[in-house]
């Protein structure tokens, strides 16, 4: 006999708190998920970013894409897939120039940034 998933629905909000282009956080049990309302439909992912663990119900929505507001890593809300890369830290973009003690610093950072990998988000059923 094959092992069954029960599917459990939740009723976490009503569908007018998330107008479009806008999102929300929800905790769910032991799960943080974000609440999406992109172009009309509603979408529910992890409401953490997989490169540093960042909410990215506080980032942005573009049409279908969330982005990370730390890092800027981008994910299609509607399949939960990474579709942009984090930004690495890059001095020569501030405005005042980095002193010498810190550009050290700034150049280990990204050097550690880029062995930290960033995977699809997962994503959950909704119902509205």
Known sequence: MK???????????DVRDVPVGKMKHADIKENEILIAN????????????S?????????????????????????????????????????????EPIPESLQKIFAHSAQIQSKIRTYDQPTYETMV
């Open 51 to 95: 490169h540093m663990n960042a909410p990215l119900s506080m980032g942005t929505l573009n049409g279908k894409v969330v982005t990370c507001p730390i890092h800027g890593a981008r994910f299609d809300v509607t399949t939960g897939k990474k579709v942009g890369e984090p930004m690495s830290l890059d001095p020569s973009m501030f405005p």
């Open 3 to 13: 092992d069954q998933i029960e599917r459990q629905f939740v009723d976490i909000s």
């Open 38 to 49: 992109s172009e009309g439909k509603i979408y529910a992912l992890c409401d953490r970013c």
